[in-house]
Structure formats: C-alpha cells, structure tokens
C-alpha cells in the first residue's frame, strides 16, 4: 500500500481534490468508450521542457498525475524535423506530410481531420489557443491548404468547418485581409456565430449561449505572451469544456494549445518558458478536474515536435541551467500523457499519425 508524506498530502489537498489518476487505469477506464477528448498540445513542449517545470516547481504539476505515458515520433514526410503544420496535420487527420502543410497529405489530397469527422458525427467541436486562430497547429484541424502562411484562406476554412466555439487571436485575417475585401466576422454572424473580441470585452465577462456558435478573439495578430501578462487560457479553456459539454447530447472534441511555449523556446528565453509553462499547468489541472468529475472524457497532452534542443547539463533541481542548442526544432521524440477511458490506447512508443487513429478507435467511429 503507499502511503503519502504530509507534504505531498498539503501538496495534493491545495488542489481542493483527490485525482483519481493518481491510481492505475482501472477496467473501466480500459472497457468504455469515452464521450467527449480533450487533446492538449504544447507546441515544442519536450520531455526537457517538461522536465525543466517540473524540477522548479514546488507543487506537483498535472503531468505527475497522469496514468499513462507514451512517446511519439515526429518527423514529417520530407524531414526528420518537422514543422507545426506538418506535425499537427499527422495529429488532427493521421497523414504525414511535407513541412508547410496544412490537412493535406503528402501528395496534395485533403484528409480530414478528428475535429471535423467530430462534428460530421454529431459531436460538438472546439479549439482554445494562445496564437492566432490561423496559425500552423489549430489551422491543421480545420484547414487544407499548401502553405500555413495563407492566412486569409486558412481563415476561410474555418469560417466554413462547421466548428462550434473557438478563441485566439487572429481578428486582423477575418476583417483587414489581403486577398479580398469579405469581412469574416460578419460571415461568421450570418451563420449564426455570437462573436466577440479583446475591444469589446473581456473574455470573464462574456455568457456563451450554448444554443448558438461561438468565437472570440484575443488579439488582432498575436496574444500576448504569459511573461506580459496574457492568462486567458484557463478560462477560456473552462468556457470551452461548459459550453460544449452541453452544446450535444452526443459528447465533444476540444483541441487546446499553449502556443508560445514553442515561442519562448525559438527564443531561448527560459523565464518566458517558465511563464508558459505555468499557464499550461494551471490549464491542465483545470481540464483533469472537468475530466475527474465526468469520468466520460479521455484526456490527451502532447507536443507537435520539440522546439530548441533543450539539455538540462548544469544546475540543482530549484536553480536549473538550461541551454539551448538550436532556435529551431529538433527531431527528438515527445511525450503523451493519456487520462480517462481508453487511455491505455496511448501507451510505447508511435509515429504522430497513430495519435489520430487511437482518437477515432477510442470514439468508436466506424470505418467509412
């Protein structure tokens, strides 16, 4: 039997819960199909990210309390290093691709993606970022397109995916667009979206009504990063996980994604790591408590690729050195953590693409 120490028992208790993933996955958790998944990536988040957090944090972060650990291969088609479009289109439609490429495997044929077959399937669908809505990880579930640049295309495809709720920035490619003249908000209103953005209101003041779509946009370009000051992710993440639980009967796919850990990381900047990676963990413990009390939804964190060669060479676990050995991406593999029914399916070690197919066995969609 194990027993806890006072300090991880004060530890476990200031998160106001016991989590139920601190126990093996149980026959339950293996038999049943979930109703909703929940897929969280950290874009180049690797295991030396990971570990970086984890090692100067003084409370358990929400990776430690995950039953199931797996590792992912991510190269691309044409790379062993892959970029995030590549990287995300062999995650959301289970294709690898060439670098720069949007829902399109390698030959140029559109695949679709888990959050679109959600939705053809009666779920509701969403996505939460902390980049514009467009950019290279969240365009690869809703677009198909050659280059991940062509914002106002990608904005187009979403505009037209059926997706129910979503929030990120991008507010500059639905309305001030280069390539013609079509004001995408107002489209998105004919179809019936209620939408809303940072000049409006803030996000914590806003009553989503499940009864219509939903879309809000943190920033014209880009967010802010955590470092200046930008926190909507867990909130937002919350609204996402409420609006949609209720949005159809059928359950829900939810994509989540802190987008600048990559950022800090092509950077080389470890405090702006540190920033993001505290917002990602405070998002997580949010979605396993959503997932803890449900117990219908499977639970998915991982990265795209690792971004900046990270190595953890000097240090104590309280005052770490890191050093970056690269401002690009590397081809090491990275990470999954799986909670909830079928998480077993995220066990050893895979190429990226089988993370789509394990998404789609673990609805229990059936082959067309």
């Not at 991406?329 to 029914?341: K, N, Q, R, W």
């Given at each position: ?35 909703n ?8 988040m ?8 984890i ?13 199931v ?16 479009a ?24 559109p ?32 677009a ?16 037209n995916?059926g997706?129910?709720?979503f ?30 953005d ?18 809000f ?7 802010l990063?955590?470092?200046l000051?930008?926190d ?9 996980m ?21 950022w ?18 405070k ?25 900046g ?17 690269t401002?690009g ?15 077993e ?7 990226n693409?089988?993370i ?13």
């Open positions: 039997m194990k027993f806890l120490t006072l300090t991880t028992f004060l530890a476990l208790g200031a998160f106001g819960f016991f989590w139920k993933s601190e126990l093996p996955p149980s026959g339950d958790q293996l038999a049943n199909k979930p109703k998944i929940i897929l969280v990536i950290g874009d180049g690797g295991l030396s990210q990971i570990s970086a957090a090692y100067q944090t003084k409370l358990p972060m929400a990776f430690e309390r995950f039953p650990v797996g590792f992912q291969k991510t190269y691309s088609s044409n790379n062993l290093v892959t970029d995030s590549a990287a995300g289109t062999a995650i959301s439609s289970g294709v690898k691709t060439k670098n720069n490429t949007l829902g399109l495997d390698k030959n140029g044929t695949s679709k993606s888990i959050l679109e077959i959600a939705s053809e399937n009666g779920l509701a669908t969403g996505m939460v970022v902390t980049a514009s809505i467009q950019h290279a990880t969240p365009g690869s579930f809703v198909h397109q050659p280059a991940r640049n062509l914002y106002d295309d990608i904005s187009i495809d979403l505009l995916s997706i129910d709720f929030i990120g920035g991008g507010k500059q490619h639905f309305e001030r667009r280069e390539k013609d003249d079509r004001n995408l908000t107002d489209e998105l209103r004919q179809k019936g979206y209620k939408v809303f940072y000049f409006d209101t803030e996000l914590k003041n806003v009553k989503p009504d499940t009864l219509a779509p939903f879309a946009f943190t920033a014209d370009k880009e967010p990063s955590a470092l000051g930008r909507y992710l867990p909130t937002a993440t919350n609204m996402a409420e609006y949609l639980s209720h949005r159809s009967p059928k359950g829900f796919f939810l994509m989540v994604e802190g987008s600048q850990i990559d800090a990381c092509h950077a080389n900047k470890t405090e702006s790591l540190y920033a993001e990676m505290a917002d990602f963990d998002t997580l413990k949010q979605i396993l408590r959503f997932a803890s009390r449900d117990d219908q939804t499977l639970v998915i964190v991982t990265a795209d690729h690792e971004t060669g990270m190595g953890l060479n000097e240090g104590t676990p309280r005052q770490l050195a890191p050093k970056f050995t401002n991406h590397t081809g090491a593999m990275v990470p999954v953590f799986a909670f909830g029914p079928q998480c399916l995220f066990r050893g070690i895979y190429e693409t089988e789509f197919h394990k998404m789609y066995d673990a609805f229990g969609f059936s082959q067309n």
